[in-house]
């Protein structure tokens, strides 16, 4: 059974900084693309970060280039999300993606974790 489970939300102030992580469990990790994704209230979900499965591209979305970073372990079967500089406007829930890239091409998601920014 395939599990993604996120920790590492909480509440910040304006200008602080989060580390999300991302705990993959039952699938092959190394083949995966990783994303990071979140969903502010009365908004649809929207990626943030994504990365391949040996870490050499990376994708940002506009709104979070140059403050958020987006890594793996795969000895850790563990992706990550370093949130710097963040804004009211981050506040929403994250969720974790794995997106396989061989055969079936299964997606998972994790449950989320919620990031609040204070102003």
């Known amino acids: 059974q395939v599990q993604l489970v996120e920790s590492g939300g909480g509440l910040v102030q304006v200008g602080g900084s989060l580390r999300l992580s991302c705990a993959a469990s039952?699938?092959?990790?190394?083949?995966?693309?990783m994303g990071w994704y979140r969903q502010a209230p009365g908004k649809g979900r929207e990626v943030v970060a994504t990365i391949s499965p040996g870490g050499g591209a990376r994708y940002y979305a506009d709104s979070v280039k140059g403050r958020f970073t987006i890594s793996r372990d795969n000895t850790k079967n563990t992706v990550y999300l370093q949130m710097n500089g963040l804004k009211p406007e981050d506040t929403a829930i994250y969720f974790c993606n794995a997106q396989g890239i061989y055969g079936s091409k299964s997606n998972y998601w994790g449950q989320g974790t919620q990031v609040t920014v204070s102003s």
């Open positions: 039952g699938l092959t990790f190394g083949r995966y693309d």
